[in-house]
């Protein structure tokens, strides 16, 4: 049981490191081709409140489930993965800006941020430890 409990908080952990900013980027990109920009803050906010609420549903209606059937509330979670799944193949393509922009590793080329990490070896050693402690 604790290899499958191990390996789980393994898989998780990737998950939201693969999944850091995506969110945020996708409706940063979306309003940026409607042309609204400007609301950005307003709807990350609106967004963020949305997902507090939920998280909060999910804890309760997943504890009364989990109390009448632990599998139960397991099967519940995988369909809503599911459905979370079949939603996000199904979102928009944002048109990209230029060809540079399909490079995620573009930003590292920046003198500012390459000289400041390069210089500062500690900060270099904390995000790397976070990033692993964090996964």
């Given amino acids: ?12 952990g990737l998950a939201r ?5 995506n969110g945020e980027a996708l409706l940063y990109d979306a309003l940026r081709d409607a042309g609204q920009e400007g609301r950005y803050h307003h709807a990350i906010g609106r967004l963020g409140a949305i997902e507090a609420a939920g998280f909060g549903l999910a804890a309760l ?3 009364v489930m989990a109390s009448r059937s632990i599998g139960l509330a397991l099967w519940l979670s995988v369909l809503t993965q599911a459905l979370a799944l079949a ?3 199904r979102l928009p393509e944002p048109a990209s800006t230029s060809r540079a ?5 573009a930003h590292l080329r920046s003198p500012p941020c390459c000289r400041r ?7 270099r ?5 976070s990033a692993i402690i964090s996964t």
């Fill in 17 to 21: 490191a693969l999944a850091s900013g």
């Fill in 87 to 89: 939603v996000a193949l």
């Fill in 101 to 105: 922009t399909l490079n995620p590793y």
């Fill in 125 to 129: 050693s904390s995000s790397g430890s």
């Fill in 117 to 123: 990490s390069r210089r500062r070896r500690g900060s």
């Fill in 1 to 12: 049981m604790a290899a499958w409990m191990l390996a789980s908080a393994a898989v998780e």
């Fill in 61 to 63: 209606a997943g504890g």
